[in-house]
């Protein structure tokens, strides 16, 4: 039918629901419905059919009993033969035949017998009533089209055969009742098409308002999924995550169910930004993302992006230490995807990731805002141990300062600007007070001129990878100032783990020493053994390269931290440089036997020992009773530039 081509030509909607398959529900409700509405019909039907048996007993009584009892035959046969194919659930064209053949059944079954009275008169006005049969093929039951003309043709030709044939009528009565017959069958065989073609049309209306529905949904459920989509990734934004975190934060509190928040930042993205291009610097974050999710998702949490070239991961996971497992394998998979990265200051040339990992757990807080926060200040212990590494969170752990936002820009450009400068601080004698060395304090100041603790941007610096040029530039220019200049025979320069850890670093001291014509023996580097020192390989053999080169590594405010023991046995140090706090408690009993001890152990290894803070005369004296080789403090030198530094 035209309908049919209609569809047809409307062909599929693109990604899922068609037009075709809206029109194709439909038709299985309607052919519910049909089902339905053939039952109650044919039951109807048969109960009117049997009804007419009162008629049969008026008008023809003599073959009444006969007329009567094919009524009832007719109506057993055709409600038996409705139900067993209702009951095994036969195609719903089946039932439609199976009323279609009641129809005529029940129509020839009746006039046979019925013809054989001998009341003509009565049964030739008797006979209107078979145009029922008519009608009801093409008006009462919602035949097919063709199905209905079928069986009224039926019902007519019967007709048409029994008067011209068998019944004994008058030419006047054949033409007359022919006419009606002729025309019931026209008028219902067209009322019959007109109520097929406007349930098609219905039926079309219903399934493209279906269609449009769906569609509208779908528009609906897309630009919901848009706005929880990253515009350049195609991963969840951070109102998808937002949205996720809260889902875990109540499985949490509600059933104890265990998750964990990554944060997970592109190492030195902005100078990648800068080097190769923002487009460069889009398609490299997307790459990295496809390349979270698949790890992520493998692992049933959710990736998103949480600005910037910084990603936040949400994972149902049982044990921290399953969340570490998860955590490296983010990090390798970025590193195994290697694009390539020459503008990165710690000399290594492709791009890769820092992870920060926080665990619920009872202390967590009551807001899940806490447990993002815990995973952030794991990302920045991850930055501050020289990036391309995983840190969990440690309440321990160190928190940046609130202006640390502000440094950032700042430091990239100091040396540029000349905001950072150098002091140098004497390292004297005990036995004679005349100073043998120097160390250099890196110093910062902000535009305005107002000075920035060292304890707030070292840490800014560490974790931003702008230590790495910085740290250079400090061994360059105490190289040139102090060296070169002969203004002292040693000058130290505190160094930071991320440069230990950096490709190439001694390399670079090699570089630097060369440029500037001096001795390797004559630089110190201080190394903190308060900072986090993983006795990483990596990290030894620079420290072994570097005493290649003849420099001097020494340990810096031994005490302070936890790994003093494990680096004095791990390394040679030639010299060892008591943190400030043991001198400064020696005013009680403990402190003194304390710092007594300490000395004791430094002096059996064999060190050069150099005590901190030193700022009287009274402290100068204790140490001078204790045989210490050095000292340093502001009681025997402030740090200066190196100007003012007077060579002894």
């Given at each position: 039918m035209?309908?049919?081509?209609?569809?047809?030509?409307?062909?599929?909607?693109?990604?899922?629901?068609?037009?075709?398959?809206?029109?194709?529900?439909?038709?299985?409700?309607?052919?519910?419905?049909?089902?339905?509405?053939?039952?109650?019909?044919i039951?109807?039907?048969?109960?009117?059919?049997?009804?007419?048996?009162?008629?049969?007993r008026?008008?023809?009584?003599?073959?009444?009993?006969?007329?009567?009892?094919?009524?009832?035959?007719?109506?057993?046969?055709?409600?038996l033969?409705?139900?067993?194919?209702?009951?095994?659930?036969?195609k719903?064209?089946?039932?439609?035949?199976?009323?279609?053949?009641?129809?005529?059944?029940?129509?020839?079954?009746?006039?046979?017998?019925a013809?054989?009275?001998?009341d003509?008169?009565?049964?030739?006005?008797?006979?209107?009533?078979?145009?029922?049969?008519?009608?009801g093929?093409?008006?009462?039951?919602?035949?097919p089209?063709?199905?209905?003309?079928?069986?009224?043709?039926?019902?007519?030709c019967?007709?048409?055969?029994?008067?011209?044939?068998?019944?004994?009528?008058s030419?006047?009565?054949?033409?007359?009742?022919?006419?009606?017959?002729?025309?019931?069958?026209?008028?219902?065989?067209?009322?019959?098409?007109?109520?097929?073609?406007?349930?098609?049309?219905?039926?079309?209306?219903?399934?493209?308002?279906?269609?449009?529905?769906w569609?509208?949904?779908?528009?609906?459920?897309?630009?919901?999924?848009?706005?929880?989509?990253?515009?350049?990734?195609?991963?969840?934004?951070?109102?998808?995550?937002?949205?996720?975190?809260?889902?875990?934060?109540?499985?949490w509190?509600t059933?104890?169910?265990n998750?964990?928040v990554?944060?997970?930042?592109?190492?030195?993205?902005?100078?990648?930004?800068?080097?190769?291009?923002?487009?460069?610097?889009?398609?490299?974050?997307?790459?990295?993302?496809?390349?979270?999710?698949?790890?992520?998702?493998?692992?049933?949490g959710?990736?998103?992006?949480?600005?910037?070239?910084?990603f936040?991961?949400?994972?149902?996971?049982?044990?921290p230490?399953?969340?570490?497992?998860?955590?490296?394998?983010?990090?390798?998979?970025?590193?195994?995807?290697?694009?390539?990265?020459?503008?990165r200051p710690?000399?290594?040339?492709?791009?890769?990731?820092?992870?920060?990992?926080?665990?619920?757990?009872?202390?967590?807080?009551?807001?899940v805002?806490?447990?993002?926060?815990e995973?952030?200040?794991?990302?920045?212990?991850?930055?501050?141990?020289?990036?391309?590494?995983?840190?969990?969170?440690?309440?321990?752990l160190?928190?940046?300062?609130?202006?640390?936002?502000?440094?950032?820009?700042?430091?990239?450009?100091?040396?540029?600007?000349?905001?950072v400068?150098?002091?140098?601080?004497?390292?004297?004698?005990v036995?004679?007070?005349?100073a043998?060395?120097?160390?250099?304090?890196?110093?910062?100041?902000?535009?305005?001129?107002?000075?920035?603790?060292?304890?707030?941007?070292?840490p800014?610096?560490?974790?931003?990878?702008?230590?790495?040029?910085?740290?250079?530039?400090?061994i360059?220019?105490?190289?040139?100032?102090?060296?070169?200049?002969?203004?002292?025979?040693?000058?130290?320069?505190?160094?930071?783990?991320?440069?230990?850890?950096?490709?190439?670093?001694?390399?670079?001291?090699?570089?630097?020493l060369?440029?500037?014509?001096?001795?390797?023996?004559?630089?110190?580097?201080?190394?903190?053994?308060?900072?986090d020192?993983?006795?990483?390989?990596?990290v030894?053999?620079?420290i072994?390269?570097?005493?290649?080169?003849?420099?001097?590594?020494?340990?810096?405010?031994?005490?302070?931290?936890?790994?003093?023991?494990?680096?004095?046995?791990?390394?040679?140090?030639?010299?060892?440089?008591?943190?400030?706090?043991?001198?400064?408690?020696?005013?009680?009993?403990?402190?003194?036997?304390?710092?007594?001890?300490m000395?004791?152990?430094?002096?059996?290894?064999?060190?050069?020992?150099?005590?901190?803070?030193?700022?009287?005369?009274?402290?100068l004296?204790?140490?001078?009773?204790?045989?210490i080789?050095?000292?340093?403090g502001?009681?025997?030198?402030?740090?200066?530039?190196?100007?003012?530094?007077?060579?002894?």
């Amino acid at each position: 039918m035209s309908a049919n081509t209609d569809i047809c030509g409307k062909g599929e909607c693109a990604g899922g629901f068609s037009f075709a398959e809206a029109r194709a529900s439909l038709e299985k409700e309607n052919d519910a419905i049909r089902r339905r509405s053939a039952r109650h019909g044919i039951w109807f039907a048969v109960a009117v059919y049997v009804a007419f048996a009162l008629p049969d007993r008026w008008l023809i009584p003599d073959v009444a009993p006969v007329t009567i009892a094919v009524r009832f035959v007719v109506a057993v046969i055709a409600l038996l033969s409705f139900e067993t194919l209702r009951f095994v659930n036969a195609k719903t064209v089946w039932l439609d035949v199976t009323c279609a053949l009641a129809l005529l059944l029940g129509y020839a079954g009746w006039l046979c017998p019925a013809i054989e009275t001998r009341d003509v008169a009565a049964m030739s006005y008797y006979m209107i009533f078979g145009a029922i049969f008519m009608m009801g093929a093409n008006l009462f039951f919602s035949f097919p089209f063709r199905l209905s003309v079928a069986t009224s043709s039926l019902v007519l030709c019967t007709f048409f055969i029994t008067i011209t044939a068998v019944f004994p009528s008058s030419q006047s009565f054949k033409v007359a009742f022919g006419l009606f017959y002729v025309s019931c069958f026209v008028f219902t065989s067209f009322v019959n098409w007109r109520l097929n073609a406007e349930r098609q049309k219905v039926l079309h209306n219903a399934a493209e308002a279906r269609h449009q529905q769906w569609e509208a949904t779908e528009r609906g459920r897309a630009l919901l999924e848009l706005s929880h989509t990253d515009y350049l990734t195609g991963i969840g934004n951070r109102r998808a995550l937002d949205r996720r975190l809260d889902e875990c934060w109540s499985e949490w509190t509600t059933q104890h169910r265990n998750f964990s928040v990554f944060l997970i930042d592109v190492d030195f993205f902005k100078r990648f930004n800068d080097r190769y291009g923002h487009l460069e610097g889009d398609r490299c974050l997307t790459v990295v993302a496809n390349a979270l999710k698949g790890v992520v998702e493998a692992s049933e949490g959710m990736i998103g992006r949480y600005g910037g070239e910084e990603f936040i991961v949400v994972m149902p996971i049982d044990t921290p230490k399953a969340a570490m497992i998860v955590a490296e394998r983010i990090r390798v998979e970025v590193e195994l995807l290697a694009i390539a990265h020459d503008e990165r200051p710690d000399d290594t040339c492709i791009v890769t990731v820092s992870v920060g990992v926080a665990f619920t757990r009872e202390q967590s807080g009551e807001k899940v805002e806490r447990l993002v926060r815990e995973a952030d200040l794991a990302l920045y212990s991850a930055k501050a141990s020289g990036r391309n590494c995983i840190r969990h969170f440690d309440p321990a752990l160190p928190r940046p300062h609130d202006s640390a936002g502000k440094l950032v820009p700042l430091l990239a450009a100091a040396i540029d600007r000349k905001l950072v400068s150098l002091v140098y601080q004497p390292i004297f004698d005990v036995t004679n007070e005349k100073a043998r060395a120097v160390e250099a304090l890196m110093r910062l100041r902000m535009p305005d001129g107002t000075a920035v603790s060292p304890k707030i941007f070292i840490p800014v610096a560490e974790r931003t990878g702008a230590i790495l040029e910085l740290g250079r530039w400090a061994i360059e220019t105490a190289c040139r100032e102090i060296l070169m200049t002969d203004r002292m025979a040693t000058v130290s320069v505190n160094v930071s783990p991320i440069q230990l850890r950096s490709p190439g670093f001694a390399a670079s001291v090699a570089d630097i020493l060369s440029g500037c014509g001096v001795s390797g023996s004559r630089l110190a580097l201080e190394v903190t053994e308060g900072l986090d020192m993983d006795m990483q390989s990596e990290v030894l053999r620079c420290i072994t390269d570097l005493r290649t080169l003849g420099v001097e590594i020494w340990l810096d405010d031994f005490g302070s931290g936890f790994a003093g023991l494990s680096w004095l046995r791990a390394i040679e140090f030639q010299t060892v440089k008591v943190d400030r706090t043991f001198l400064h408690d020696c005013s009680t009993p403990r402190g003194l036997t304390m710092l007594t001890d300490m000395i004791a152990l430094i002096r059996n290894r064999g060190n050069t020992i150099v005590v901190e803070g030193v700022e009287t005369e009274a402290q100068l004296s204790l140490l001078k009773g204790l045989r210490i080789d050095r000292v340093q403090g502001f009681h025997m030198g402030m740090p200066v530039s190196a100007e003012l530094l007077n060579a002894a």
